[in-house]
Each structure stands twice: as C-alpha cells, then as structure tokens.
C-alpha cells in the first residue's frame, strides 16, 4: 500500500458526460500528479500541482482540468468525454520541493466511456 | 525532450533464473533520477528501484539490481532468483532532479513472465 489513495475504483460512463477522479496524497506529501495510462499513448504525465497552485502540464487535454484543494487532495475533472479517454488514470505524490523525490502511486481510476 | 526506451516487449523466463530487462534514455540532463517500476496484473504501479545520477553506485533492493551507465545512457535492470511473483509489466522511468518539470517519463514497458 503506497498511502495513495484513489476514488472511484471503476468508472463506466458515455460519450459525451462528464467526471470527476478524486486523490488523495499520502500524508506530509505537497505535491500531486497525475498520470494517463492508454493502450495506444503508454503512461503519459498530464498535470502536478504542488500545494495547491499548478506547476506543469503535460499533454492534458483542454477538456480535462484538474486542481488541488487546501486539504492538499485533488481532482480530475474529465468533461465531453470521448470513447478514446477510457484508460488507467493513475495519481502520484511525493514530499514536494525539499523533501524526497520519489514519486508514489495510488492503485489507479479504470474509466470505461461507452 | 527527454526519451526512455525499452527495447523488449516481452521476455519469459524460469523459475529462479536471473533475468536482465534493458533500457536506454536520452537527456542532456546532469541531474536525474531513473526508475524501475513494476505494474501486476492488479495494475498498481510499484516502484522496485531507484537511482541517482550522480551516485556512482548501483542500487540494489534485494534481488533487484541496476547496471547503471552514465555515459552510455544505460539502466538496466537485474532480477535474480525470479519469482513467480515477478511476472509483471516492468517500466523503465526518468524524472529530472529538483526542478521544476519533475514528471515521470515512462518507456512503454517489458512484459515479464515468470515460467514455473
């Protein structure tokens, strides 16, 4: 157990609808990522956020937003969803600027678009 | 751009044999990390081991060691003893150091079975 935790497990939806993944970090952690994982583009880096604020983007999709809240848990909001976003959507975190890099990741978010 | 590259889909091997999963990588980068992470077919991404670039030493974690080779842009990965448990998808991954674009770049991964 890495200390990420991911909500939902399983998500199955249709085209066009929208929603929302939830993590949250393991304890003392800043900083949070998340990653797509697809059959055909592998693992793919789409956002970070550190304490709350932004701090890189990835090939993320202008349909997909993201943010972190003061509790430092985040979500990924996945909007007019298409048959192409079903994939493994996994959240990092790791200790942020001064501690130590390693990045850990919670047991991932299967989404299924119909 | 910083690439990862995984040259073997697939491998298969026995039972307490040693096997070598390759990868290379491509950076102008100083400072990194590289990364071994193994993802079961539960699909959680475990990381198995780490290396700092500026660490001369191999990393070791059990049955699990590194070759790692600076100059060549080399990071391979040695598992000994293999284990049943070992099968897995095993990604070969590099993150930058301390700046501020620290995401992981993941090869697209060696499938691994373990053949009792």
């Known amino acids: 157990d890495s200390g990420v935790t991911q909500t939902p497990k399983h998500l199955i939806t249709a085209t066009g609808q929208r929603v929302t993944l939830r993590c949250s970090p393991r304890?003392?952690?800043?900083?949070v990522y998340w990653y797509q994982q697809s059959l055909d583009q592998g693992l793919q880096f789409l956002i970070q956020?550190?304490?709350?604020?932004?701090?890189a983007k990835g090939n993320i999709l202008e349909r997909f937003s993201a943010q972190q809240f003061p509790d430092l848990h985040s979500e990924l909001n996945l909007s007019s969803l298409e048959l192409g976003d079903s994939a493994l959507y996994f959240c990092?975190?790791?200790?942020?600027?001064?501690?130590?890099?390693?990045?850990?990741f919670g047991p991932g978010t299967r989404l299924l678009v119909l | 751009a910083q690439t990862v590259t995984q040259s073997q889909p697939e491998m298969s091997v026995q039972e307490a044999e040693t096997v070598t999963l390759s990868c290379t990588y491509d950076?102008?980068?100083?400072?990194?990390?590289l990364f071994w992470y193994k993802q079961p077919p539960s699909r959680q991404m475990i990381l198995v081991i780490r290396?700092?670039?500026?660490?001369?030493q191999n990393a070791t974690e059990n049955r699990f060691s590194v070759n790692f080779q600076k100059a060549a842009k080399s990071f391979s990965l040695k598992i000994s003893d293999s284990q049943l448990g070992d099968t897995a998808m095993y990604f070969c991954?590099?993150?930058?150091?301390?700046?501020?674009?620290?995401?992981?770049?993941f090869g697209k991964g060696t499938r691994l079975h373990i053949l009792p």
């Open positions: 990092a975190s790791s200790a942020g600027l001064a501690g130590p890099e390693t990045q850990y």
């Open positions: 304890s003392g952690d800043l900083s």
């Open positions: 956020y550190y304490n709350g604020e932004e701090r």
């Open positions: 950076t102008s980068e100083n400072n990194y990390y």
């Open positions: 290396q700092e670039a500026y660490k001369q």
């Open positions: 991954a590099f993150m930058k150091r301390r700046g501020r674009d620290d995401k992981i770049i």
